[in-house]
C-alpha cells in the first residue's frame, strides 16, 4: 500500500493550542512534472509506442480517454479496457512488462461526433533504481482502422491537476486511524498535527472554551463576521482580528434552535437546517445577538442520526440535503425522479434527500433520492450542477455490496440506489445498472461539508475545485473538476489532513480565506483560517488559463450534452412531456447522464404510450435502456416479451460493459415479478452470461460508467445461483474464488451457498477454504455476522464428509504451519560464485526445483502458478521480467531492491520505541492497532502497536525476506530452483 499520506519531513506541521500558531507547508521549490499529451482520435485507430527497459521492479499504467472506448495492450496482453466517460483508471502493469523491448498499444473507437481523445503514462521503476516515464507526445506512432500511418493530432498537455502530478493522494493507509476524532474529546485534547498543500499555512484562530459548547455549522455575515453553529443549541459570532491570527470578539446568539447542522448567509437573512429541531428556518440576527423574524419553512418528521443536513440558498431557492434518517416527504412539492422508483424499492423506502424550495419555503421539489448521509451540498459556481459528498455504510466494509463514499453530480430526477438494509440477509447490492450514475469514489471516510473554491483567494486550479471535508479521518479533500459531456472528469487530492482535526464545516470569509470548524459528538472545537501563501508549480496554475483549441471544442460538445439533459430532465415535470420519438434516440447516448435522464423522461410518460411499442420491436432492435424501463414496471404481463427480445441482443462484455450491467439487472427484476418465466428461459441465460464472460476473460480489467467487470462476475454468479444453473461452480472457481480480491472470493463463497448440484471435489476444497477464511480478511462489524450467515446456509447443503473437511480447514487456519528440520549451512553464496549456474540456461531440473521451491521456504511468501502464499510478489512472471542475474540477485541481496507493495516499516512511537515489521491486513478497519509481524517465516508472532502513539513512520529498508535463505542449498539445488522460476514461469 502507498504511503503518500505519512507525515514526512516536508509536509509536517505541527500547530500549538495557544491560539496564533500557525503551520506552514514547506516550499520544496519543485515545479508540477510534465503531464502527457492529449492524442486527438477522429474516428477509430491504434496509438503505440516500442520502449526499452531493464528490470522492473514496479509499473503503473495511468489510461484516460474522453468521448471515447479503449483498449490498452501490453506486449500482445489486454490489460484494460475502458468504455466512454469513465474516471482516470490506474493499474499495476509490472506483470506484463518484460526485460529489454517493451510494447504498449491503445485501440480507440471514439464516440460519433465528439472531440476524442487519449491520454496515457506508463510509470516505471528499475531495480537498479531508474525511473522510466512513457508518456503520450509526439514519440508514438498512429494507425487508422485500416492500418495506413496517420499523422498525431496533439490536444496538449493534461492539466496537472487532472492528472494528479504534484498532489498528494487520498487512499486511506493502515496508519490513518478511524477513531482519530477521539483524541479531540475531553479535557485533555490532543494538540493537531497538520500537513497541507504546498503552497498554503493554516492558522488556528480560537479553541472553543468549556462554556461555547461543539462546534457543527459555519457562515460568514455581510460584515465578514463568523457565526458558528453549536451541536447543542444557538450561535456564537464572532469577529477575527486585524492581524488575522486570532479572534477579536465573541457574541453569543441564544435561541432553543437545536443542532443546526446548517447555516447559510444570504441578504440579511440566516438560513439554518435545524436537525435536532426537525426543521428549516430562517431568521435575522441583531447587533445585540437577539434573533429576530423566525420562521419556519418546513417541518421534518423523523430520526436525527443521519438527519437533516447543510444547505444552500440561491438568489430564488434553497437546497437542503437531508440523511436517510428524515421520513422522506411527500406531499407539497413537485417530484423529478421516476415514478417507478417506490415500485422498484418499495413503499417505504429509507433514504437521504435533495430538495429545493422557494426562500419563503412556500413551494418545494424534490430533486434527488437514493442517498445515504450527504452532508454537504454546493452549487457549481459555473454551470449550476449541485455536488454533494455521500457517506458509505461503514458495516458492510470489505463485502462485494460496499458502497465507498463518493462525491456526486447530482442529477435533478436522480435515484443514487441507497436504501437502508443495514443487517439485512442476504444483503443487498446499492449499485445497480438503473441507479444515477456517480461522479467518483472516495474511499473510507465521514463526509461533513462541502464547497466550492470559487470564493477563496487561492491558486486557479483550486479556485475551481470542489472541497469536501472528511470527519473521522480529519481531511479537507479536493475534488479537481472538468466538464465532460453532460458530466464532469474528477481527480483528487488531499489537500489538508490533521491528527485530530475533526472538521465539521467550511465557509469563504470576505477576505478570500477558507474557514474551517472543527466539533461534534461533543468533542473539543476549534476555528481555523487557511490562505494561500504562493502560487502553485506553473504560471498556468497561478492565473486563468486559456483553454487550447481541443479544450474549447470539448467545452462547446459538453454545452451542448448538458443542454439536452436539462431538457429531458424537466420533461413532464417543469415543462411539457418529450414523447418517445425525441427521447428513443437519447437512450443509446454514450453519455450516462443523458441517458440515465432519457429513461426517466421516457418513466415520467404513462405507459401505455410507450412499453408495447418497445416490447414490439422488431427482436433484438429494443434498446437496453428502453428494456430496463420495461422491466421497472414489475408487470407480469411484460415479463415474456422481455426476456424474448433481451435473449435476441447479441452478448459481448469485451464490446460493452454498460450493457451487460443492464443485462443482469432487466433479468433480476424479471425474478422478482417471474421467476417461472426466467426458469423458462434458464439455458439462453446461462449462454448469454457465460458467453459475456468468456469473451472478457482474455481482458485483466474492465470499467465503464455503470461499473466493472467484476461488479459484471459477481452479479452473475448471484443471478446463475437464483436459477441453480449446473454451469455455477466452474464459472464460480474460475471467475471469483480463484481471484486475488477478496470481494469476489465472499461472492463466490456467497453464490455457491444454496447450491445443491455436483461441485467438483477440487471446487469444494476451494469454497471452503475461502469460507473459512473470511474472518482474516479486512471488514467492518458486519463481517463476523456475513461469516456465521454464510457458514451457517452452507453447512446446510454438505455432506457429513464435506463438514469434516470443513472443520479441519478452520483448525489448520489457527495452528500455524511448523518450519521445517534447519537445514545445514553449505556456503555462504555469492554472485560470483555462482556464474556458471547463471551463464548456463539449459541444465536444472524444474520438477526438483519445485520441491526446493518449497523446502527452501520460498513458498512460505511466495506464489508461483499453483504454489504458495501470497505474502510477497508473484513470482509466476518472473522469468518475462528478470534476467537469471537479477533473480539470484534478489534472492542473495533480498534488500538492494524492494518492491513497493511488500516494504516493511519502521515506526518510532512517542514512547520513543522503535518497531520495524511488516503490516498484516485483515481484522476491523476501525481498529486502532496495527498489526505487525516481525518474523514472516513465524506468522503467529504478531506486535500490536497504538495508532495514537505513532509519531512518525516510513518505509523500511530492510527487506522482510531473510538473508542467507540460499546458504543451505548445494549448487545444484540453486541451479533446479532457478529452472523451476525461468522454464516454468516464461
Known sequence: ????????????????????????????????????????????????????????????????????????????????????????????????????????????ESVPGAPAAVAVEVDILTTDGKRIVVMTGDEWSLIDQNEQPQKLALGGAVRPELWGVGRRRISNDPFDNYEQWQQAKGGNARSPRFSLASGFEITQLRVAQ????????????????????????????????????????????????????????????????????????????????????????????????????????????????????????????????????????????????????????????????GLRNPYGVDVHPTYGDPFTYDADNEYDLGMPWYRPTRVLQLIPGGD??????????????????????????????????????????????????????????????????????????????????????????VVAGQDGAMYLVTGGRKTQSALYRVTAVKALGTESEASERTPTPFESEMLAYSSKQ???????????????????????????????????????????????????????????????????????????????????????????????????????????????????????????????LMSAWQTSAVIHQQVSSEGTKADFLRRSALLLAEIQSPRLPTFVDQALLSSSTQEDQIAGVMALRNYRGEIRPEIRARQLQTLAAIPQMVGGEGLPAIHVWLETETLETLTPEFREQYARIKASLSEPEPLPPTRPQVKKWSLDDLSAVIENSTTGDAQRGRQIFHTALCSRCHRFADQGRSVGPDLTQVAGRFS?????????????????????????????????????????????????????????????????????????????????????????EIRDLLAYLTRSGK
Request: include cysteine; charged fraction near 25%; glycine fraction near 8%.
Open 562 to 688: 448538458r443542454e439536452i439533459a436539462r431538457r429531458l430532465q424537466d420533461s413532464g415535470v417543469t415543462t411539457a412531456r418529450m414523447n418517445w420519438d425525441s427521447i428513443k434516440p437519447l437512450l443509446k447516448d454514450a453519455d450516462p447522464v443523458v441517458r440515465y435522464s432519457a429513461r426517466t423522461a421516457l418513466e415520467r410518460i404513462p405507459s401505455t404510450e410507450w412499453v408495447t411499442t418497445v416490447l414490439s420491436s422488431p427482436v433484438g432492435e429494443a434498446s437496453m435502456p428502453a428494456l430496463l424501463a420495461a422491466a421497472r414496471l414489475l408487470d407480469a404481463a411484460h415479463t415474456g416479451r422481455i426476456l424474448e427480445q433481451l435473449n435476441a441482443i447479441p452478448v459481448g462484455l469485451a464490446e460493452d460493459l454498460d450493457e451487460c450491467l443492464m443485462r443482469i439487472r432487466i433479468l433480476e427484476l424479471c425474478m422478482q415479478v417471474d421467476q417461472e418465466a426466467v426458469l423458462n428461459q434458464r439455458e439462453a441465460v446461462e449462454t448469454q
Open 1 to 108: 500500500m502507498r504511503s503518500d499520506m505519512m507525515f514526512v519531513n516536508r509536509f509536517m506541521l505541527v500547530l500549538s493550542i495557544a491560539m496564533g500558531a500557525i503551520g506552514r507547508a514547506e516550499d520544496t521549490g519543485l515545479r508540477s512534472p510534465a503531464t502527457p499529451q492529449w492524442v486527438r482520435i477522429d474516428s477509430e485507430g491504434t496509438l503505440s509506442r516500442t520502449f526499452q527497459s531493464s528490470a522492473v521492479q514496479s509499473a503503473t499504467l495511468r489510461m484516460a480517454g474522453d468521448f471515447c472506448r479503449t483498449l490498452v495492450t501490453v506486449n500482445g496482453e489486454q490489460v484494460l479496457r475502458i468504455e466512454p466517460y469513465c474516471p482516470t483508471q490506474e493499474l499495476d502493469v509490472t506483470n506484463f512488462l518484460r526485460l529489454g523491448e517493451n510494447k504498449v498499444e491503445v485501440d480507440v
Open 416 to 505: 443514487y440506489g441507497y436504501r437502508e438494509a443495514t443487517k439485512v440477509l442476504p444483503p443487498r447490492f446499492a449499485d445497480q445498472a438503473d441507479d444515477a450514475p456517480p461522479l467518483i469514489d472516495i474511499g473510507r471516510g465521514s463526509p461533513t461539508s462541502i464547497v466550492f473554491g470559487s470564493q477563496f483567494q487561492f491558486p486557479q486550479p483550486y479556485q475551481q475545485a470542489l472541497f469536501a471535508l472528511d470527519w473521522t479521518y480529519g481531511r479537507v479533500l479536493a475534488i479537481h473538476l472538468s466538464p465532460r459531456g453532460a458530466g464532469y472528469r474528477a481527480s483528487t487530492e488531499l489537500f489538508l489532513q490533521g491528527k485530530p482535526l475533526n472538521v465539521t464545516d
Open 210 to 369: 468549556p462554556d461555547e459548547g461543539s462546534w457543527v455549522s459555519l457562515a460568514c455575515d455581510d460584515r465578514g463576521r463568523l457565526v458558528i453553529g453549536r451541536e447543542d443549541q444557538g450561535f456564537l459570532r464572532m469577529t477575527v482580528a486585524r492581524d488575522a491570527q486570532t479572534i477579536a470578539h465573541v457574541k453569543p446568539v441564544t435561541t432553543d434552535l437545536l443542532e443546526c447542522r446548517g447555516l447559510v448567509f444570504r441578504d440579511g437573512w440566516y438560513y439554518a437546517s435545524a436537525n435536532n429541531s426537525r426543521k428549516i428556518v430562517r431568521f435575522k440576527v441583531s447587533d445585540e445577538g437577539q434573533v429576530t423574524d423566525l420562521l419556519t419553512l418546513r417541518e421534518f418528521p423523523g430520526g436525527v442520526g443521519h438527519g437533516r443536513n447543510d444547505l444552500r440558498v440561491g438568489p430564488d431557492s434553497l437546497l437542503l440535503i437531508n440523511g436517510d434518517s428524515v421520513d422522506s416527504p411527500t406531499d407539497n412539492q413537485l417530484d423529478f425522479t421516476s415514478p417507478l422508483r417506490k415500485r422498484v424499492a418499495g413503499k417505504h423506502i429509507k433514504e437521504g434527500t435533495l430538495l429545493r424550495s422557494s426562500l419563503d419555503g412556500h413551494r418545494w421539489e424534490l430533486l434527488c433520492g
Open 884 to 972: 537469471r542475474h537479477d533473480i539470484l540477485d534478489s534472492i542473495l541481496n533480498p534488500s538492494k531492491a524492494i518492491a513497493e507493495n511488500y516494504q516493511g516499516v519502521t515506526i518510532q512511537t512517542t514512547e520513543g520505541k522503535v518497531i520495524t515489521g511488516r503490516l498484516i491486513p485483515g481484522g476491523d478497519f476501525r481498529s486502532e492497532k496495527l498489526r505487525l509481524s516481525t518474523d514472516l517465516l513465524r506468522p503467529d508472532q504478531v506486535l500490536e502497536v497504538d495508532k495514537k502513539l505513532i509519531e512518525e513512520h516510513h518505509p523500511s529498508a530492510v527487506s522482510p525476506m531473510p538473508q542467507g535463505l540460499l546458504d543451505t542449498l548445494t549448487q545444484e
